[in-house]
């Protein structure tokens, strides 16, 4: 294959389902559906543990927020940066995966095995 030529995306109900293993808790739609397919269980289970570390270190901002000084720093700079941080992960995910390729979302994909 050329250099320059394009990789073939997936498409139709495989496209659907790498996109969903990273919309949140819609993760468990290809999870529960594609169980003979092991590429699609792994992009589920990254889906899965991001939407759960998203989750958790969101309402850790929150709560933070309700201390005086710190809490202007975490609801009005960390807590955005954050959520951008995991739309870029899932964005690159979704691409990366539509290629064939896997991503490793850092620190998040250590933990995909004990899934």
Known sequence: MPLDAQVPLYQ???LRDLILCYAGPWAFVPYLRNREDEEMLWNARQGVLL????????????????????????????????????????????LQASKGKRHKIPVIHQFIEYL
């Open 12 to 14: 139709g109900e495989r």
């Open 51 to 94: 939407a759960l570390a998203e989750v958790i270190i969101g309402l850790a901002l929150v709560v933070s927020g309700l201390f005086p000084i710190f809490g202007i720093l975490a609801l009005r700079v960390l807590l955005p940066m954050w959520l951008l941080w995991c739309l870029g992960m899932s964005v690159t995910s979704v």
